[in-house]
């Protein structure tokens, strides 16, 4: 168990130190030892760590590397050769034919839009560029302006001809933003290549918010996957840990990207009613998926956000309508609320929480 944490740590510590001179001009880290093959790389506006164990550890782990560019320029709102970008860029105006993948997000993105009724949505574009959160232009916009872009944000007006695999935002202005579920999607997309080279054990991790755990770990143990600690550094300690073998984890919290102004927090999670940073008094989600739920990686993804907007009593009744994940909740009163199941899996749980039975 030792072993397992310090092997851990070590791996987070590289992170960590990897991300701290990420302007150097390599931004990939390889590491090759006994059976493991690793590689460590900025990719989708975060650390991207891929492992894989045994004979084409190696060959899967490129492939995928490969495939998660491919990935992040689908997706991102910044490419302008990329299925996002056109969406956008023709909003008000044209259908936009698409490819698979980009379709597919979409599709599960309005599903989910739906059952949970409206507390995960793609098109909050226009209030992510109004917020700027996380870019230099981050500000606290006026009530007048979020008002002016809220009739824009509706996911009843994206239409999906899926037989020509086109996709039409109906009103100009209007954008999509897939930073809620794209890096669940190539979580996704990742496992397959695995399966493909037979890789049986290995793991996944998107930025620490997207991770899948396949078999075991070097020593022949469940991975030990540390959970963030809304308001300290990995370095200073975790929520607590969680073992995991082939289940996908994913958490979104306030403190990814934020800022505060006049001791008031304000995130990167949008409230697509409100147009407001959602303000539930959630700090952060985690939800575990097993690995046979299909797409496990972006329904984690997605879910995260959701249950982030939807708050403790809404969030847990929605998972609980749900079947095969399990659920943990912080809040800003520092309190733990989780699902039966999901109790008995966090170890270690930081002393600033206190589990509510
Ligand atoms: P992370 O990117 O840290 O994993 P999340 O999975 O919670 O975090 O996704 C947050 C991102 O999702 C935001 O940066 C934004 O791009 C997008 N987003 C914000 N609010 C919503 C929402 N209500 N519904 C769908 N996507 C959202
Ligand atoms: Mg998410």
Redesign the pocket.
């Known amino acids: 168990m030792k072993k397992v944490i310090s092997a851990m740590l070590a791996a987070v510590l590289l992170t960590t130190a990897f991300t701290a001179c990420s302007s150097s001009s390599s931004s990939t880290k390889e590491k090759s030892s006994n059976d493991l093959y690793q590689r460590t790389e900025l990719k989708m506006d975060t650390t991207i760590d891929l492992r894989a164990m045994g004979p084409k550890a190696r060959t899967a782990v490129d492939e995928a590397m490969n495939r998660l560019d491919e990935i992040d320029q689908e997706a991102s709102t910044n490419n302008e050769k990329g299925d996002v970008w056109k969406i956008n860029n023709a909003a008000g105006k044209d259908y936009v034919k698409v490819g698979p993948d980009t379709l597919k997000m979409i599709k599960t993105a309005v599903q989910y839009s739906k059952l949970s009724g409206g507390?995960?949505?793609?098109s909050?574009g226009p209030l992510?560029k109004l917020w700027g959160i996380?870019t230099e232009a981050a500000r606290v916009p006026s009530d007048m302006e979020i008002k002016a872009v809220l009739p824009l944000v509706g996911y009843d007006k994206i239409s999906i001809n899926e037989k020509d695999s086109s996709v039409k935002l109906e009103k100009a202005g209007m954008s999509i933003?897939l930073?809620?579920i794209a890096?669940g999607f190539a979580v996704d997309e990742v496992i397959k290549i695995y399966k493909k080279y037979q890789i049986t054990d290995g793991l996944i991790n998107l930025?620490g918010?997207?991770i899948y755990a396949v078999g075991k770990n070097q020593s022949g143990s469940q991975w030990t996957i540390g959970i963030q600690h809304p308001r300290l550094d990995r370095n200073q300690g975790l929520l607590g840990k969680i073992k995991l073998s082939g289940e996908a984890l994913?958490t979104?919290?306030d403190y990814?990207?934020y800022f505060i102004k006049d001791g008031k927090r304000y995130h990167?999670?949008?409230?697509?009613h409100t147009g407001y940073p959602a303000d539930t008094g959630v700090m952060s989600d985690t939800i575990v998926i097993k690995g046979d739920v299909p797409d496990a990686n972006m329904i984690g993804?997605l879910l995260?956000?959701t249950v982030?907007?939807s708050g403790v009593d809404k969030g847990l009744k929605f998972m609980e309508s749900l079947n095969g994940m399990e659920c943990a909740i912080t809040t800003t009163d520092n309190k733990v609320y989780a699902s039966s199941g999901m109790k008995k899996r966090i170890v270690d749980l930081h002393p600033d929480f206190k589990e509510v039975e």
């Open positions: 507390a995960f949505d793609i909050v992510i996380g933003d930073g809620g890096k930025g918010s997207s994913s979104s919290g990814e990207r990167h999670i949008i409230d697509p993804d995260t956000t982030f907007v």
